[in-house]
């Protein structure tokens, strides 16, 4: 889509000061396409230059992280925090650890935290961080003293009312757990409200593991209902299989859905009779092994070695792996097939082609910055029960999280209305997510 003249001045203007970050460049061309009628209706944001503010983060912050591994070697990775907006509250966003991390991916998942914690409605800025280290293969040991060493670091940046990290790829219970040790070392206080997704025992929350899956499907279910329609019966479909994946699952099949494939970066399992939970529960949870192992114990599925899951037939796709993992071409394989509606459990995992090809047919679309915020959601939950020195039910929390992505689909389906782009959810979320930002960024000042 063609940015208006202003806009692709704004556009030029963050390639030319981020170069070489392409995933950035994606994120921040995909939200001004959406913009143009909100700079008519309030030209305040123009003349404030608000839009750039929002591309610029308040702070970036790189950093070295040596550790020695199980063989007494010295290894060295680089650690990345950028705090992008607080305008809303204190920064939050995940902690990803995965060796394709850069600058460019912290920044990317940074400016979407902006506007998926404002769709939440709950008071929190946007940020984001990680570090380009590989947890797989490495012991408990060796991951100890990683996140042992990254917090040593870390731990000057954040806290309960500046910046609250949480998990992210390669960022569960395990590394959180680490993270939060060293850092009530370090601090000498026990601060539960500095990370989230941390364990029932020591100030974590129910649904917190469940969140983002869970969410992003209560999304779906939402935009199909307004559509007359449901998850009951479909078949689907799901990428990945750590936690977002498997939560999604877990949550599809409960609301009457029968998902048939999943995958990993070494293929793609495929079960007609449906996947079963605790098999994929049991591998990538417990043992942590490939996805191919699940036909051990399923003789009916099939394991396609670097297979392409969407090349599968569904009724409803969650693409929740990894950013740009569906393509333009493998949109219209899916729509071909009889897909009828999309949710993005991971971020940004759908191509710019991808998402066109989608919206062009009709196919019932749910953005990651609205459909995963899920996560962030109850991380904000967390966040009020460490707080108020509390715990809430599974059934409490869940029910909070249920109608916080309702609200998410309604805020999304109004402002998508008002502006002209009737259901289009990914016009409707960057514009309620922007507007709020903006406001808040002009009542504080040139800052």
């Known amino acids: 889509m063609a940015l208006t003249e202003g806009l692709e001045s704004i556009f030029q203007d963050v390639i030319k000061r981020n170069p070489g970050e392409a995933e950035f460049h994606q994120a921040v061309r995909e939200v001004l396409e959406s913009l143009g009628p909100v700079l008519v209706k309030y030209p305040e944001f123009a003349e404030s230059k608000i839009i750039e503010r929002i591309c610029e983060p308040e702070r970036q912050t790189i950093f070295r992280v040596p550790w020695q591994d199980d063989r007494g070697e010295v290894q060295i990775n680089r650690g990345f925090r950028v705090q992008f907006n607080s305008a809303l509250g204190p920064y939050k966003g995940g902690l990803r650890f995965h060796p394709s991390v850069y600058l460019g991916i912290i920044k990317f998942l940074g400016f979407e935290q902006i506007f998926k914690n404002s769709l939440t409605g709950l008071p929190i800025g ?56 060293q850092y009530k070392r370090l601090t000498n206080k026990f601060e539960a409200g500095v990370l989230t997704g941390k364990g029932l025992v020591y100030g974590g929350s129910q649904v917190r593991t469940e969140a983002t899956g869970y969410g992003c499907v209560y999304f779906v279910e939402e935009m199909m209902k307004a559509h007359k329609n449901g998850l009951k019966g479909k078949k689907i479909i799901v990428s990945g299989s750590g936690n977002v994946a498997i939560y999604t699952h877990e949550k599809a099949t409960e609301l009457g859905g029968k998902v048939i494939a999943m ?137 909070r999280l249920h109608s916080i992505m309702k609200n998410v689909y309604q805020i999304c389906s109004e402002a998508a209305e008002e502006f002209g782009a009737p259901g289009n959810m990914v016009v409707g979320a960057n514009i309620a997510g922007f507007i709020k930002v903006a406001r808040a960024m002009t009542a504080h000042g040139i800052v």
Request: proline share 3%; charged share 25%.
């Open 263 to 399: 995958s990993d970066s070494n293929g793609v399992i495929i079960d007609e009779k449906g996947i079963n939970l605790d098999t994929i529960k049991t591998l990538k949870e417990v043992e942590r092994r490939r996805i191919k192992d699940y036909c051990e114990y399923h003789k009916g599925a099939k394991f396609v070695a670097n297979g392409n899951i969407w090349d599968l037939q569904c009724d409803v796709a969650f693409p929740s792996a990894t950013q740009n993992e569906l393509t333009g071409k493998d949109a219209k394989k899916l729509i071909k097939g009889g897909c009828i509606a999309v949710g993005e459990g991971a971020n940004m995992p759908s191509t710019p082609e991808a998402v066109h090809t989608f919206i062009e047919a009709g196919t019932l679309y749910g953005p990651g910055k609205a459909a995963n915020a899920g996560g962030v959601a109850t991380s904000g939950l967390e966040m009020q029960q460490n707080a108020a020195r509390d715990a809430w039910s599974f059934e409490a929390t869940d029910t």
């Open 126 to 181: 946007g940020a984001k961080g990680g570090s380009d280290f590989d947890p797989k293969g490495k012991s408990d040991n060796e991951i100890m003293r990683f996140c042992q060493s990254f917090m040593t670091e870390l731990w000057r940046i954040i806290g309960e009312h500046t910046d609250v990290p949480a998990g992210d790829i390669g960022v569960g219970g395990r590394e959180i757990g680490y993270m939060f040790g």
